[in-house]
């Protein structure tokens, strides 16, 4: 049984560019949640999805949009990346609202240059 | 707004001695609690949680945790520490009538041989 599966696993943009990654949930889970966990930090609440529609949304701008397909996957896209947005960004699966906690994916980590 | 503190950015025990790292965590309603373990370049993994029932909730790896009302506590814990045991633990809270799950900034524990 597949657990949470990300991609890529390491990424280097450059300042200004678009990026976007990408979410497989855990097998039976269909909402899936992002986190960005700056180096030293714990993670920060970005965005969750829920029957492909984004159902709450962290303190980040705009530049950080989201998707989720009827397979349940998901992708986060940054647009005009800043030198500030190079962390690990990890992706959680539950099923429904997560009262049973989450099942995270490895992250992708995003370097911006 | 549901919030959790971890006091401590690092917790040094020697091996075979009892560990507990430390959580606060506030929120409006109900908390859901989750206690969730980082190794390097690795994404969380979930350890124990706390929904409703018995204070004291046992977990994986032989770590458990005491959930405190009054002090609005959730404390991590094991008797005996293995050197393996060393890595960020994260302590995490999801107010029963919210849909996502906040981080406190984690606990670096450090089991000394």
Known sequence: ?113 | AQSVAQPEDQVNVAEGNPLTVKCTYSVSGNPYLFWYVQYPNRGLQFLLKYITGDNLVKGSYGFEAEFNKSQTSFHLKKPSALVSDSALYFCAVRDGRDDKIIFGKGTRLHILP
């Open chain 1, 1 to 113: 049984d597949a657990g949470v599966t990300q991609s890529p696993t390491h990424l280097i943009k450059t300042r200004g560019q678009q990026v976007t990654l990408r979410c497989s949930p855990k097998s039976g889970h269909d909402t899936v949640s992002w986190y960005q966990q700056a180096l030293g930090q714990g993670p920060q609440f970005i965005f969750q999805y829920y029957e492909e529609e984004e159902r709450q949304r962290g303190n980040f701008p705009d530049r950080f949009s989201g998707h989720q397909f009827p397979n349940y996957s998901s992708e986060l896209n940054v647009n005009a990346l800043l030198l500030g947005d190079s962390a690990l960004y990890l992706c959680a699966s539950s099923h429904g609202l997560g009262n049973y906690g989450y099942t995270f994916g490895s992250g992708t980590r995003l370097t911006v240059v």
